[in-house]
């Protein structure tokens, strides 16, 4: 039976992020979710599962909270789920991530195709669905908008800056999609209850032997916080209101 | 929370999501229309919102009541009334089916039910008499193997979008004043002929409940329809109209957080003299506190109550507790909520105020407080707590 997996990230929740008065980030009492973008990837592998009727499984990397993500991934569609259980995901870095997935994905053995998505909803850095190619020595579509399977070619539309492109390629492969390619369903109430029957599979960080510390180091993380004028272009008729706000705006080299 | 657990807390995500991306986009139509919100309650039932007591076999969750009051907290943050019909269809009137229904009437009424295909309404209140069912005149008659029933009942939930009403109704003699005896429950199937649907009412709050009132003339029943035993209704209406006053509870919690979570923003983000509203005026940090402090208590009211309710205790003074201070605490947020925001609070389109009128409605709304605080007060006398 063929194999489809779902690529996904546990993320702090952007909801419960405060930026203290000197910017710098507060994640005191945050909690962590499934990243929205990968909510896609998903349900683009359960779709993907359906069309090479094969089985949907899930996998992912964190510390051991993240293992709160597998009834979540679990209820969504995926069959099975896969954990790399290692606090180093705290501090991986685009190698790091894709390594250990890399090795887990031949851990399990036969896969057909690998589904990210594009990037995820913390960092967005869009490494992984690329380096994980260069791991697996498999074929990448980036920025999938839409895809079809017939046998084992798999023909995916790409949305680029400017135009759409139409590729083709013969599985086994990877592809990362882009948040509009489906609207994951919520799924219900009783899909959670079974999410604990399935099956849930967890990788300690001896168990994959692949180096996990990274080589990129973030050094500091400080909030952007954009500071309004507050300009309000009130005097005159509106054509001088229009043509004092132009003034301003080239002033400040916007226009 | 202590009451969380892994699982609750994905049932409490999913209903988050089905706030955020289903229900919050139709509030204020719903609020402004006050039609009822069918797609909305459609879609609680695909998601296992409306089974979640109700037993596996009926195509419920078999879950706990915890579980049910999450899921009820959360949606009454954004839409309070979504969650009065929800408890109407499965706590009043899928209650009676389970506790008193026979396999058929199960497979019937309470399997569709519990996926929302139908939709149920619970008829009890009488214009004379209001829950007192001493007074009440709606009576059903044997008509050889037939029943026959007359009357009509007022601010009745779920009215002309039911599938099917489940009615309480006298059969007895007279009904006995101590054991509420003589009372018995039929299903009414909408298109029983002699069965009229009121309009519905225009409310201060709840808009979009679908309430109004239903009359019976000389509408025939087979006597398949007759749920529970004959005359021995009243005991399974007190646990199943319980269970909807503990409702009251959390439904109170997402009306107060609702309007609360407004309310900090707002002092957060309006700014005067330079300053957000909050930093500077101690009397707007004190307003919020009263009412964080406020919620917080009603919290821990809720689901200690629930924990023993899952335990198999059946709350009947808790649970009436529960829907007068669900009530006292929403009305009392919400109120302070609109204060906060001053002017703009009475404008609808802020969406603040429709808090405190669904608070308001919470005190009366299926049994006053008062009448509940009567109840409480025989319960202590006769010290049942």
Redesign the interface.
Known sequence: MARIVACYKWVIDESDIKVNPDLSINLQNSKG?ISDYDKNAIEAAVNAAELLEGKPVGLTFGNSKCK?SL??AL?RGLEEAYFINSEKADKADGRVTAAALATAIQEMGEVDLVVCAEGASDTYARQTAPRLGACLDLPVISSVNSFTIEGKTLTAIRKLDDCLETVKVELPAIIAVLPEINHPP?????A??N??KKKMVEFAEADLKVDLNPKNQVLDLQAYVMERKNIVFADGELTEQVKNLVIALKKEGVI | MWYMN??R???R??AR??VE??VKPQVMEIERTGEFPLELFKRAG????LG?TIPEEYGG?G?DHT?LAIILEEIAKSMPVLTVAMGAHSLLSGGLISMLGTPEQKQKYLLPAASGEIILACASTEGVGGSNQVEYTTRAVADGEDWILNGSKVLISNIGVADAYVVLTVTGEKVDPATRSGMSVFIVDKDTPGLEVGKHEEKLGWHGSATGSVSFKNCRLPKENLVGPLHGAMQAMFVSSTDEFLSCGPVGLGIAEGAYEMALNYSLERIQGGQNMFDRFQVTRHKLVKMFTEIETLRALVYSTYANRDEGDLCLAHGRMLKVKGAEVSEYVAREAIQLFGGVGTVVDTGVERFWRDGKVLAIGGASVEALNDHIAMMIRNKMV
């Open positions: 979710k709160a009834k979540d209820s919520i799924p219900g109430l009783k959670v209850m999410a604990g | 892994e699982e807390e994905l049932m995500n999913i999501e089905f991306q289903e695909e998601l296992g919102f979640v969750l879950g579980t």
